[in-house]
């Protein structure tokens, strides 16, 4: 079998009995950066081994982890925080998986995506997840121009590095629409912030933004 296991974004008690069930009990871990991985393992004392499986081996080690599933062994695929398959590499063995018709399941959790949503107090029976914006300004603000068009509302990610940048550009495309910003959630610091994007654009050339950034718009 093959699980596809949600783990904490941020606070490690965030993790399912059923996770933890099997990541103790499957043959091996697949993860992005095992370092990462053995923090959330060692606090729940996993000992089951774990490989790398990132963007630049993705396909050399995803038909070693295929032959293992064909050899009737049980690997679980986690991310270095939140679902596996949403922006990370993990799609691409998924997908193998599937060509290859072996079982497969998912292991609920977090999405920091979602968490964001429900807390910025936004409209979430229809909402459009855009994942992350466009690294130049010019792409970036006809992104947005393009996505403006839609009738619900919009979720991106964004780094500490880009995201006064893009408060910008999201200010000059939305004007005074009042937006929400979410960060650190789950953990001790967690913030959310709603307000226009030139008042959080402020507040952030004031306090040195940290952590990754949800926007929702």
Partial sequence: MFYIVAT????????????????????????????????????????????????????????????????GKNIALVSDAGTPGILDPGYNLINLVIKNNLEMTFIPGAAAFVNALVLSGKPAHEFYFAGFLPNRSGARKNQLEKLKQLSCTLVFYESCHRILASLEDIGMVFENKEIAVARELTKKFEEIIRATPQEIHEKFQKTKPRGEFVIII
């Fill in 8 to 71: 904490p974004i941020g606070n490690l008690k965030d993790c399912t009995y059923r996770a933890v069930e099997v990541l103790k009990n499957v043959d091996l871990i697949a993860c992005e950066d095992t370092r990462h991985t053995k923090i959330l393992l060692t606090h729940y004392a996993i000992t089951t081994p774990t490989t790398s499986f990132f963007q630049h081996n993705r396909f050399t080690k995803g038909e070693y982890l295929i032959n293992l599933l064909k050899a």
